[in-house]
């Protein structure tokens, strides 16, 4: 029992992580990247809800979640992808009024996002969208999941060029950066190894 309130503890201070990452970025004007960012520019050209491009972006990695991963996993991915989504209107009003040049809130979204998405990642979940592409070819085929998150971002900006000023795609691109770099040096490579639930309590008071 403790084990498993340690453990949703981590994830929600993961979720949390993501989620005041998300605002900054949104109160800069910059780009969501992953699935939000595509559903973002499908959105853009086609006459359907943002939310239900959303949940288009996302249904096809869910499927490959829970066809070719854990089930738990998907689940918890599934319950983050929400929680994230709670927080982000919750606090997003709170925080309407912190603005700070592009550049500097890049960077900031960037290392919140990516430490969040670490803590997810070793409680054995993630927010949905390519964090579960990224987790499935790194242990299929030893891609690091930051190099397919900043493949899929980068991706991302270059086709937002379509839509924002080239200063904004730039910003961005840092915010991207940044992200990746925090995951590849602080998430260990997992290859070939199934997503499983955590041992015992102190590996997850470990992870903490």
């Known amino acids: 029992m403790k084990f498993h309130a340690l453990r949703w503890y981590a994830l929600l201070e993961g979720c949390f992580l993501v989620a ?11 780009i969501v990247g992953g699935s939000p960012g595509l559903a973002l520019i499908a959105h853009h050209y086609l ?23 854990r089930r ?10 929400f ?3 709670l927080l982000v209107d919750l ?26 998405l670490v803590v997810l990642f070793r409680q054995r979940g993630s927010i949905g969208g390519v964090n ?15 190099k397919v998150i900043l493949a899929w971002d980068i991706s991302i900006g270059l086709l937002s060029l379509l839509i924002f000023d080239w200063q904004t795609v730039v910003s961005s691109l840092i915010a ?13 490579r997992q290859v070939k190894q199934p997503i499983q639930p955590l041992p015992s309590a102190m590996t997850a ?3 903490l």
């Not at 009003?93 to 919140?112: F, K, N, Y």
């Not at 579960?132 to 930051?146: F, N, P, T, V």
């Open 205 to 207: 008071k470990g992870s």
């Open 91 to 116: 606090l997003g009003p709170l925080l309407a009024e912190v603005h700070m040049p592009q550049p500097l809130a890049a960077l900031l979204a960037g290392l919140l996002i990516g430490f969040g």
């Open 20 to 30: 005041i990452g998300v605002i900054i970025l949104g109160n800069a004007d910059l």
């Open 47 to 69: 006459p359907l809800t943002m939310g239900s491009w959303l949940l288009l972006a996302n249904l096809p990695f869910f499927v490959l979640a829970f066809l070719r991963l």
């Open 72 to 81: 738990e996993f998907a689940l918890i991915s599934l319950a983050c992808s």
């Open 132 to 146: 579960i592409l990224a987790l499935y070819l790194e242990q299929r085929w030893g891609w690091h999941s930051a």
């Open 83 to 85: 929680i994230v989504s």
């Open 176 to 188: 991207f950066a940044v992200l990746a770099s925090v995951i590849g040096r602080y998430h260990p």
